[in-house]
């Protein structure tokens, strides 16, 4: 089974980047789309981005669209999310998640269509 391993968060202020990374542990990446969620206490885990597993489609949630960017790096089997112009809304637990199905042409944007998930990286943004 595939699992995701998060790293790159942080504390910085409004304003500034961070590039979140997902890489596997165990079982590669390859034939799986990759999704980014985030994380308030008390809410629900929110769709951030999402790539098919050929890395030539993504999606952004609307409050992130123009500002985040994800990317992936197949021969190095990672994922990347690079977060420009952060807002203290942004603040949240990111979780990245390998898509229940491989090798699909359908690019995954619910929770549920994930199967494996990581187990978060702090990404706090101060005002």
């Known amino acids: 089974q595939v699992q995701p391993v998060e790293s790159g968060g942080g504390l910085v202020q409004a304003g500034d980047s961070l590039r979140l990374s997902c890489a596997p542990s165990?079982?590669?990446?390859?034939?799986?789309?990759i999704g980014w969620f985030r994380q308030v206490p008390g809410r629900d885990r929110d769709f951030v981005s999402a790539?098919?597993?050929?890395?030539?489609?993504?999606s952004y949630a609307d409050s992130v669209k123009g500002r985040f960017t994800i990317s992936r790096d197949n021969a190095k089997d990672t994922v990347y999310l690079q977060m420009n112009s952060l807002k203290p809304e942004d603040t949240a637990i990111y979780y990245c998640?390998?898509?229940?199905?491989?090798?699909?042409?359908?690019?995954?944007?619910?929770?549920?269509?994930?199967?494996?998930w990581g187990q978060g990286t702090q990404v706090t943004v101060s005002s």
């Open positions: 790539i098919t597993w050929g890395g030539t489609t993504a």
């Open positions: 165990g079982r590669t990446f390859s034939g799986y789309a």
């Open positions: 998640a390998a898509s229940q199905v491989p090798y699909s042409d359908y690019l995954p944007l619910g929770a549920a269509d994930f199967g494996s």
